[in-house]
């Protein structure tokens, strides 16, 4: 009965893998002989890119109906088995704080709220490091609204920025690692 069981969650498994969009988001087919975490950080670039465009919506989780900030960098992680908070304010306490110098794709950047300085308020994905003239995707509430690429040196967040972060390589303790259903 548990084999039978088996074999019929793994044809499901399968099966929706199939009929995902990104193979990406189904690693045991992408790579039988690996673990299943094994990715690079341009792969996780590559992967959030693929939603430019997506709308921004409040609270949102999804391509289908849009992203907010810490919405659409969960998304994106969780794809690599990494699941992170669906709050901004929560990124205060995961992840290696990291120089600019150290910047490097893949990681997380954080910054105060647009109309509050003392508070977390958005979040993005650095898609081209460059210490603080990086690069960044992440799902406006801005006049873009959307998933769009913007630039750290810019005024609008250089001034916001509070810290950068590695997700990729926190410990377990700081992030759950999981595998996506």
């Known amino acids: 009965m548990i084999k039978r069981l088996s074999l019929i969650v793994s044809a499901l498994l399968v099966t929706l893998c199939l009929q995902s969009r990104d193979r990406i988001a189904c690693p045991e087919l992408n790579n039988q002989q690996n673990s299943s975490s094994v990715y690079t950080r341009a792969d996780v670039v590559?992967?959030?890119?693929?939603?430019?465009?997506a709308p921004y919506r409040t609270g949102g989780i999804s391509p289908e109906k849009g992203f907010d900030c810490s919405g659409f960098v969960r998304f994106v992680f969780n794809?690599?088995?990494i699941l992170l908070p669906h709050s901004s304010m929560a990124y205060?306490?995961?992840?290696k704080t990291l120089k600019p110098e150290e910047f490097r794709v893949g990681d997380v950047l954080v910054f105060y709220g647009f109309k509050d300085s003392e508070r977390i308020g958005h979040v993005g994905i650095i898609c081209e490091a460059n210490g603080m003239k990086s690069r960044f995707i992440h799902s406006s509430s801005g006049r873009v609204r959307g998933v769009v690429i913007s630039?750290?040196?810019s005024e609008m967040y250089t001034r916001r920025f509070y810290k950068c972060v590695d997700v990729i390589g926190i410990?377990?303790?700081q992030a759950i690692k999981r595998p996506v259903k």
């Open 151 to 153: 630039d750290l040196g």
């Open 171 to 173: 410990k377990e303790n």
């Open 92 to 95: 205060n306490k995961i992840g």
């Open 46 to 53: 590559a992967f959030s890119k693929k939603y430019l465009g």
């Open 79 to 81: 794809n690599f088995h």
